[in-house]
């Protein structure tokens, strides 16, 4: 065991190093842009597939450092997504995290309309931040009912939509894609089966680190 | 799309059945006792990969159930993992779930130890719970704090450990296995790089849902 790394941000750094390095080994050269994302989701899963899966509409990432400097709320459809997107980088950029899964309101109108809390907290959402970052990590009946919702007008600063599962994952990820290119909204997600709470957490992080141009470990205050 | 599939419940059933379909169809079959844990981290993952990753002692799927079957606390290493963790669950076994990263003196005595805030959580628990399933998804230095611990005479009622990354987490899987063989304490962990706070979640989802005999979703009242 290498006893030099103590600290979590030395352990991130040298992380992040050897995924570098494999990434290389590999041949792989990721775009600049969207580089940071990719690393920390690497980072976040263990799993080198999500270089392949990860699909970002052209300037998504930059579309999101503007938005997200300014202290965007970030919606997420659960409360395990929720509690992983860093609120230290959220405090300095002045901004807020919500998930309206647990509302009593949004049970309620689940049951009304015979739909997921998933997709009711999705609407309650829309109604409430109808320009937040939203991070979609484990339903698809959350995409699935935020791509109506953009059909009918919404328009969120940025959508992550990487829910993980058998069961209209990829049909759900396809829709996003083809409705953020029809009404031109920064999309990031990752296509096939994989994705979650903790992938969706960290395309927050990264995006919120590197907006907080904290991008270095050793430069973070926390 | 499959529209037949609505609610949360049919939707977990139907993806039980493609995961069991396709394991099938690569000629494996799992191990019965624990054939609910591998199901449902591979359906928090959509990764086959950890038919292969996960280890268990022995009887240690059977051991959890006798412990968690008279509501025993879970402990975990991140918030992540606790918010992921079925408060429903929980509540009809009887059991909570804690966090302690963020309490005010494990963070002082990180400061005074010059540890991290993960593995004086570790401490805290080991005194406040010492009987608890500890399940660690993200900090290998939580982990092998815990190896100390039981070195020292802590005897947790499980160990969960599955954290992710790149540094010294394959070595601090590999420690966790040595030492709780020693001691004979059950152990569920992902050997390899591989695991989460997600897989964390998961492993205690499908030990609490077998243990208040709903393994089947429609059998579940939520």
Excluded at 15 to 41: D, F, K, T, W, Y
Excluded at 56 to 77: C, H, N, Q, Y
Excluded at 127 to 135: D, E, G, I, L, N
């Amino acid at each position: 065991m290498k006893q030099e790394h103590h600290t979590p941000a030395q352990i991130e750094r040298a992380s992040m190093e050897i995924i570098q390095r494999e990434l290389e080994e590999r041949g792989i050269c990721l775009p600049e842009e969207n580089a940071h994302v990719i690393r920390r989701v690497i980072h976040t899963t263990a799993d080198f597939e999500y270089v392949e899966n990860l699909y970002f509409s052209p300037s998504a990432v930059g579309r999101a450092m503007e938005t997200l400097k300014t202290g965007t709320v970030i919606v997420t459809d659960t409360n395990m997504a929720k509690a992983g997107v860093s609120k230290a980088a959220l405090k300095r950029l002045g901004g807020e995290v919500f998930c309206f899964m647990a509302e009593p309101e949004v049970t309620e109108e689940a049951r009304k309309q015979g739909s997921t809390r998933a997709a009711a907290a999705m609407e309650l959402a829309g109604v409430r931040y109808p320009k937040a970052v939203f991070a979609v990590g484990n339903a698809p009946t959350a995409l699935l009912r935020l791509c109506e919702l953009m059909e009918e007008g919404l328009r969120p600063a940025l959508v992550i939509g990487v829910p993980v599962g058998f069961v209209n994952v990829v049909e759900s990820k396809e829709r996003l894609v083809e409705t953020c290119r029809k009404y031109h909204i920064p999309v990031i997600t990752a296509m096939g089966r994989k994705g979650g709470s903790n992938v969706a957490a960290a395309i927050c992080n990264a995006l919120l680190y590197q907006a907080a141009e904290l991008i270095q470990p050793e430069k973070r205050g926390w």
